[in-house]
């Protein structure tokens, strides 16, 4: 399988921070450590700085991160923004261990709208 532009560039921003261990490929390690260096955009607005990673293709955003806390459920997902493109990594939350991402390398997702019916008592 060939390497996505986001991919090489999530592997060079690991290479040029991380100094004991060079990757040749997307693996827990370097998800983990790109994803503990991501902040939120409301963040940096908020704080006027961020350790975020940025790329060469811009900054990376989380803009939803769902799951992974007690009472959650299982599911657990990360969406992430890159310029005008956004990417999600999936996972599993689980009690004992925490968060195992099934999938590290990002996959590319678009933002769609839809209408939801919910009940309320009258």
Known sequence: MAVTNI????????NVNDVDEKATSIDH???????????????????????TPVLPSGPAYVVEDIGGGEGDGEERYVVFQVGDQFFQV???????????????????????????????RV
């Open 90 to 120: 999936d996972g599993y939350y689980a009690s004992w261990d925490g968060t195992t991402w099934e999938d590290t390398i990002p996959h590319e997702v678009k933002a769609e709208e839809y209408t939801a019916t919910r009940y309320v």
């Open 29 to 51: 390690n370097v998800w983990y450590e790109f994803y503990e260096a991501l902040s939120t955009r409301e963040h940096v607005e908020k704080f006027d700085w961020a350790n």
């Open 7 to 14: 991919e090489q560039e999530i592997l060079d921003w690991f």
